[in-house]
């Protein structure tokens, strides 16, 4: 017990003394992958409140229809509210969407509403309709030193538009077969977009998730990626856990729902990682 409050004070980090490397530039990274149920939304949610408590600036940018990410950070999202669409279609500004995350200084979130879903349709015959959420980032007033944008299962519209918005692409991969079978797939869209509209794009992060340690298939596809992905791969796992499960049923991360548990205690780790590895290799839009 005295460890899980160790580790809860140090993840909640109440005093604001303890801090992560800030970036020298706006660090974009695009958190995707077509298979749904990886992770990605969990991901997005855990990492930049764990980066937000550790005097990062967040922002981030629910480009889901279903609106999880909105969710797992107690954003409001209902229908009537301003949220990402009224950004694509409307060319309504992010400032004037983005709502403060209650309870977590520093973070930032442009939430999805259900009219998103429509916005794949209606991007279709706009002008520059791969480039509309890459304009709206970078015209926000404010600095920000990560930018997280939660994409949907596909590879539609609104994720070419948040490959074109990033520097980077997170890929969240979980620790199963059919995991993998995509993964193809989506490393050649992330080409395709990088030939055609975003040179600058790489996948830089590769974060292997729902990891059961009592099981050969969990290694044996951690050994694959690994082998595959190299240095890319962080070193830190996010295993299987309830309370990682649990925590958006109330509305918040696994970070603030339960600090000392291993999931949180894994989150931070990965966070931590991204942030130094930002830090060693500078990235930004005008790297």
Not at 234 to 239: G, M, S, T
Request: charge should be negative; aromatic fraction near 4%.
């Amino acid at each position: 017990m005295a460890m899980e409050a160790m580790r809860a004070v140090q993840i909640l980090n109440p005093s604001g003394e303890v801090t992560m490397p800030r970036p020298d530039r706006t660090r974009v990274m695009c958190v995707a992958n077509q298979k749904g149920g990886v992770g990605k939304t969990t991901t997005t949610v855990n990492l930049a409140v764990a980066l937000a408590l550790h005097g990062n600036r967040v922002l981030v940018v629910d480009l889901d229809p279903q609106g999880n990410a909105s969710t797992g950070l107690n954003v409001p999202h209902h229908t009537g509210i301003p949220d990402v669409y009224d950004c694509l279609i409307n060319s309504v500004p992010l400032a004037e969407v983005a709502q403060a995350v209650e309870g977590i200084p520093n973070l930032w979130c442009v939430p999805a509403t259900i009219d998103l879903a429509g916005a794949e349709i209606e991007l279709v015959s706009v002008v520059a309709r791969e480039s509309r959420l890459d304009r709206a980032i970078a015209a926000y007033p404010g600095e920000f030193d990560y930018v997280f944008i939660d994409c949907p299962p596909s590879l539609g519209l609104l994720t070419v538009n948040a490959l074109v918005a990033a520097q980077e692409v997170l890929i969240p991969i979980q620790c199963e077969y059919y995991a993998l079978e995509g993964l193809n797939q989506l490393i050649n869209n992330i080409n395709l977009v990088r030939q055609h509209l975003n040179p600058k794009l790489d996948v830089s992060t590769i974060l292997l998730t729902m990891y059961d340690r009592r099981t050969r298939l969990a290694d044996a596809v951690e050994q694959d990626v690994r082998n595959h992905f190299g240095d890319k791969v962080l070193q830190a796992v996010i295993p299987r856990n309830v309370r990682v499960s649990e925590a958006p049923s109330y509305g918040q991360s696994v970070m603030t729902y339960d600090p000392g548990s291993r999931g949180a205690t894994s989150y931070f780790e990965a966070a931590q990682e991204i942030a130094e590895r930002g830090v060693k290799e500078p990235v930004g839009r005008n790297a």
